[in-house]
């Protein structure tokens, strides 16, 4: 698409050159310019949790502000009903089940190959600065890693010029930060030791000392515990390098803003990942947000996330780059409202769907799984819009790199940068969406879900997980809520998508 926006910016440049008046040249500096690209990337975030998709108990203001100033997609996708392997796919313009992404332990090794093209590496290509602050979730370093000493591979391996991490998740074990690979703030006097397979002599745990915690485990997490929350996973050492939970928002975005506030001086233009920990569990508002929606502590972080959101978008414009920063907000997978602690979640929940109509919640093949919110801004350059679209966070890679002039390719990223500046409603026409290595096959308005064993629900969570007994047809434009399995009454529709999703899939 040789018309996107950033060719047109360059035409204009080219006059601005060709004038003399100062004025013209300062305009031609910031437009001639790659745009900046911030990917803002939540946790667990449902289609329903912001306030534009019908949130209730909790608002979202600078959320629905990027939404309603730019593109809100109704139909936009992670890759998977999981963290890691939507991560992949995001990071990587590639379908995670061909690398058989799962959730990885906090111990993994790096899941990206460091030979692999990634989004961040195409940018960091095009002469981008690349950064990543947040949750990271794909592996680090080898097996048998030392967190003590440098770790490599870490993201600076696979793109990112920096990166300020949690290894995996805000529930599991190692609860540091990790700086271009080093632990932050740690006293080699007291090593880090890590284990996923048994404890450390004597050390307390969830599950033998509950009395010692002041968050309780509803199921799994119940290992270490570190700040009187028990975790997933052994930890050992390293005292001086443990996260402050409640602090861990304030955290991350003291990083973000310096780095914005840094590079934005540069002449190169950045890419900034901000993997954001909210709304996952363990739920930690800081207590300036505790008490912020009628939610409990679920909410109470969307409103923390939603505030920190507010913030990033006040760096950008004291920083003067807003009309040159194209903002995408997306979640790696839908929602959970139990996810393993008691936090009210449930008890709360009230008239609030983070589902937004949608059947099924985080591990679900079900729609609410994988179908996310998904916002693109860029004030000046994207017209305010609502997309119906099929978009998927795998498509970043191709839809930036049209963007940004590369000509490097992913393997199942598709260009849809058209709908994603809202030139567009055509979006991609096909996507394999994936739950625990399960997988459907949505085309159009229609999703279908072959048959699976397995049970029906996950009831430690509450979820419909999607292992349906016979194989189903849904049309998702009359039928969001996945009641009416259409299969039998359109046998060659089913056959014919079967056949597709078939030899696409290579099974
Ligand atoms: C599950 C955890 C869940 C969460 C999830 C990863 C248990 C019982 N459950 O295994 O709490 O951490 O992994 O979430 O341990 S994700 O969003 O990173 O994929
Ligand atoms: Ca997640």
């Known amino acids: 698409m040789k018309n996107s926006i950033f060719f047109h910016l360059l035409l204009i440049a080219f006059f601005g050159v060709s004038c003399q008046n100062s004025q013209q040249q300062t305009s031609e500096k910031t437009v001639s310019k790659k745009p900046n690209i911030i990917f803002v990337y939540l946790d667990d975030l449902g289609f329903g949790d912001i306030g534009v998709n019908g949130a209730k108990g909790v608002q979202t203001p600078n959320i629905d502000g990027l939404a309603n100033g730019g593109v809100n997609f109704l139909n936009g996708y992670a890759s998977s009903a999981t963290c890691t392997p939507s991560r992949y796919a995001a990071f990587t313009g590639q379908y995670p089940w061909r690398k058989n992404a799962k959730i990885l332990p906090g111990s993994a090794p790096m899941l990206i190959d460091t030979a692999q093209v990634t989004l961040a590496g195409m940018l960091k290509k095009e002469g981008y600065n690349t950064a990543i602050i947040g949750k990271w979730h794909l592996g680090l370093g080898t097996h048998d890693k030392d967190w003590n000493e440098h770790i490599s591979p870490n993201p600076n391996d696979v793109g990112f010029h920096h990166s300020y991490i949690m290894a995996a998740t805000q529930d599991r074990v190692p609860t540091v930060y990790i700086e271009d690979g080093d632990v932050v703030g740690l006293d080699k006097n007291d090593p880090i030791q890590i284990n996923y397979d048994e404890n450390f002599p004597g050390q307390p745990t969830g599950k033998d000392n509950p009395e010692l915690t002041t968050m309780k485990w509803h199921h799994g997490h119940n290992s270490t515990i570190i700040n009187g929350i028990p975790r997933i996973g052994y930890m050992k050492g390293g005292k001086s390098a443990i996260w402050n939970d409640v602090e861990m928002a304030d955290h991350f975005l003291g990083k973000v803003k310096n780095y914005i506030n840094e590079k934005a001086k540069e002449d190169k233009p950045f890419f900034l990942t901000y993997t954001m920990q909210q709304p996952h569990v363990p739920r930690t508002p800081h207590p300036r947000f505790v008490g912020k929606s009628t939610l409990g502590p679920r909410g109470d972080v969307i409103a923390e996330a939603d505030w920190c959101i507010g913030e990033l978008m006040k760096t950008i414009r ?163 809520a996945q009641q009416k399995n259409i299969a039998n009454e359109n046998p060659e529709l089913v056959a014919s998508l079967l056949k597709e999703f078939e030899s696409k899939r290579g099974s």
């Open 318 to 480: 004291e920083a003067g780059i807003e009309e040159n920063t194209l903002i995408v907000f997306s979640s790696d997978n839908g929602p959970v409202l139990n996810d393993g602690y008691y936090d009210d979640a449930v008890e709360k929940l009230g008239d609030h769907d983070p589902n937004g109509g949608l059947r099924g919640g985080k591990y679900s093949l079900y729609d609410a799984g994988t179908h996310v919110p998904f916002i693109t801004y860029w004030k000046g350059q994207i017209k305010p819009t609502v997309s119906n679209a099929l978009v998927c966070q795998m498509d970043l890679f191709a839809s930036l790199a049209e963007l940004v002039g590369s000509d490097m390719k992913a393997e199942d990223s598709e260009n849809v940068l058209s709908a994603l500046l809202g030139e567009s409603k055509e979006g991609r026409a096909s996507l394999i969406l994936e739950a625990t290595t399960r997988t459907s096959y949505r085309k159009g308005d229609f999703v279908l879900l072959p048959a699976y064993e397995g049970p029906e629900v996950n009831h430690e969570v509450n979820i419909e997980l999607g292992n349906l007994k016979e194989l189903a047809l849904y049309n998702l434009k009359e039928d969001p």
